[in-house]
Structure formats: C-alpha cells, structure tokens
C-alpha cells in the first residue's frame, strides 16, 4: 500500500484571489505529491515565479519559487492511500508528461470558463485540478463523484482522501519534524510547556 497526496493551496495572489472570487472556495490551486515530505510534488502552474500568465506542467517546491515568494499561501493536505500499482501507474504517468513538459501549456481559457460552469478543452492544455484528475484517473481511482468541470476544492469529495494538515504551507514539515520526534523530546517540551503554566 502507498499514498499519494493531494495539496489544495492559496497563495493570496491577484489571479488566486479572482479564482476564489468566483468559486467562493477556500483554495485556488491543486498539486499531487508522491511523498509525505511533498518534495516530489507536480502541478499546472506559473513557470516563472514573478510572471502568473506563462504556465504549465511543473515541479513544485515548498521552499523554493512560488510557495517561496508567497509565505502566507495557505494549505490542506489529503492523504490517499492506493495500491503499489496504482501509485507506479500515477508516477509513471505524471513523470513521463514532466519530461515532454515543454509540450503542454496552462489552460487559461479553461480556469476562466470555470466561472461559467463550462468546460473549455484545448490540445495538451490543462490547468491545476484538470491535472490531477487526470493523473489519479490513469491510475485507476475511482473519480467518478468528482464534476466533470473541475475545481480544486472538488478534491475534497474524494471517498478516500483523509486530510493530515491544515494550516500555513511553510510551517508542514514542522508538523512533520514533531510527530518523528523521539518520544523523550517530545516529554521535554511537554515539561516546559508544564513548567512556564504553572509561572
């Protein structure tokens, strides 16, 4: 058994904030991870951090471009668990679009018509949550409660995904770090925590 994650974001940037606008969600953006730690992390996005009008198929970094410029974006994250070979079929999938990824573009158009409720398709163009359902699809997850005319937010319908975090994106592996973290550190700072109450 392995998991795959699904990280719903908001950056709070000019083009995020029109998509939360006019979905009336909290999230405007969707990655898929292939690991706890999120460093093996995809998604349609901007190519150049600084410029949000040339898009598509990236690898996405949590301290690095975008989520890096943006440290207020805000996060859940969805844990997915599916069979060794589902996961080998969505890596796959995903992996071999990165490598043609100068063949793809960030479907604008799309995003756009989302406001409208209608699908916009458009050759080897998707934008975020068109991505991810692709990707899960290929690998045989049931998606079939998801909308045809995708949002990210739609991720949360999905009947296995369990959320494991909540909270500001550059404070996650925080979280990590803490549930490792050696049962007799984690007595310390309940002690000091015990320590500077009773002050």
């Not at 699904?6 to 969707?30: M, P």
């Not at 699908?119 to 045809?148: D, Q």
């Amino acid at each position: 058994m392995q998991k795959i994650y699904l990280v719903l974001t908001h950056t709070g940037t000019l083009l995020s904030n029109l998509i939360k606008l006019y979905t009336k969600n909290d999230y405007s953006h969707v990655s898929i991870a292939f690991d706890e730690d999120l460093d093996e992390m995809y998604s349609f996005g901007r190519l150049f951090t600084y410029n949000a009008f040339i898009g598509g198929l990236v690898r996405e970094y949590l301290y690095k471009g975008t989520f890096k410029r943006f440290k207020k974006t805000t996060t859940s994250i969805y844990s997915i668990d599916v069979s060794d070979i589902q996961y080998d079929e969505i890596k796959k999938v995903v992996l071999k679009m990165y490598e043609r990824r100068r063949n793809y573009k960030f479907n604008f158009w799309g995003v756009f018509f989302v406001m409208f409720n209608k699908k916009i398709k458009r050759k080897n163009a998707l934008y975020c949550a068109e991505f991810v359902k692709y990707a899960l699809a290929s690998g045989n997850v049931n998606v079939k409660n998801l909308p045809e005319i995708i949002k990210p937010e739609d991720f949360k319908q999905l009947k296995d995904a369990r959320l494991i975090y909540k909270g500001l994106l550059k404070e996650y592996k925080n979280r990590i770090r803490a549930i490792e973290a050696p049962a007799e550190i984690s007595t310390q700072i309940e002690s000091i925590i015990r320590t500077k109450a009773a002050v």
